[in-house]
C-alpha cells in the first residue's frame, strides 16, 4: 500500500522569506512523485513531478523539490515567496496503483 | 493550452436523488480518473477509466457510482441514491498514459440536503 504524510497542515510565512513544504510517503515499490498546487475556489495544478533521474526537480513559480530515496522523502521549496503563492498544496504519489495518492495538504500562508 | 472541463461547477440535490457530473477531458488521453474532497480534507481517489471500461476504483466507489464515456469527449460521474456524506468536491482527471502526468479540471461542488 501507498500512504503519503504532509506534516504540517498550515505554514505562516512572510512575503520574501524562504519556505519549505514537508512530505513523507511510504510505498513497497518504486514511485512517482507529484506536487499540486490548489488556489482558492480552483483546481488543481500540477508544480512539479519527480520520475526518474536527477533527484532535484525544478517546477512552475520557482519551486523546486528534491527526491530523497533513504528519507523517503519529497520537500518542496522556494527560495522567496509572494502573495500569491498562497494556496493548499498536496504532495501525491503513484506506485504499483495507478491512481494519485494525495497527502492530507497543507495551506501555505504568506503574509506581507 | 488543452484543459479538463467539468459541469456544472455547483450542483445542489436532495438526499436519495440521482446526480450526473459531467466531464470533458483533454482530447488525446486516454485515461480518466474522478477524484473527491470532502471539505477540509485530502483528494481521494474515486475511479480511473481506460478503453471504455473501469481500470481500477477505490472502496469508496460502491454500487452507487457508475461512469460513462457516452460519446468520444465526455466522460461521467453518476451517484445513483445521494447521501449526505457524498457532499465534497469532485474533480476529473485525464492522462495521456498512466505514467504521465494527471490533469484536473476545475471540480463540481456537489451539496447533498
Known amino acids: 500500500a501507498q500512504s503519503v504524510t504532509q506534516l504540517d497542515s498550515q505554514v505562516p510565512v512572510f512575503e520574501e522569506a524562504p519556505v519549505e513544504l514537508r512530505c513523507n510517503y511510504s510505498?513497497?515499490?518504486?514511485?512517482?512523485l507529484f506536487w499540486y498546487v490548489q488556489y482558492p475556489n480552483q483546481g488543481l495544478q500540477l508544480l512539479l513531478k519527480y520520475l526518474s533521474g536527477s533527484t532535484l526537480v525544478k517546477g512552475i513559480n520557482g519551486f523546486e523539490a528534491e527526491f530523497n530515496k533513504s528519507q523517503t522523502s519529497f520537500h518542496l521549496r522556494k527560495p522567496s515567496v509572494h502573495i500569491s503563492d498562497t494556496a493548499e498544496y498536496f504532495c501525491a504519489v503513484i506506485s504499483g496503483r495507478r491512481a494519485l495518492t494525495f497527502g492530507s495538504g497543507t495551506r501555505l500562508q504568506v503574509q506581507p | 493550452e488543452p484543459e479538463v472541463t467539468q459541469t456544472p461547477s455547483h450542483q445542489v440535490t436532495q438526499m436519495g436523488q440521482e446526480v450526473i457530473l459531467r466531464c470533458v477531458p483533454i482530447s488525446n488521453h486516454l485515461y480518466f480518473y474522478w477524484y473527491r474532497q470532502i471539505l477540509g480534507q485530502k483528494v481521494e481517489f474515486l475511479v480511473s477509466f481506460y478503453n471504455n471500461e473501469i481500470s481500477e476504483k477505490s472502496e469508496i466507489f460502491d454500487d452507487q457510482f457508475s461512469v460513462e464515456r457516452p460519446d468520444g469527449s465526455n466522460f461521467t460521474l453518476k451517484i445513483r441514491s445521494t447521501k449526505l456524506e457524498d457532499s465534497a468536491m469532485y474533480f476529473c482527471a485525464s492522462s495521456r498514459t498512466v505514467q504521465e502526468t494527471q490533469y484536473f479540471g476545475p471540480g463540481t461542488r456537489l451539496l447533498v440536503l
Open positions: 510505498s513497497s515499490v518504486s514511485v512517482y
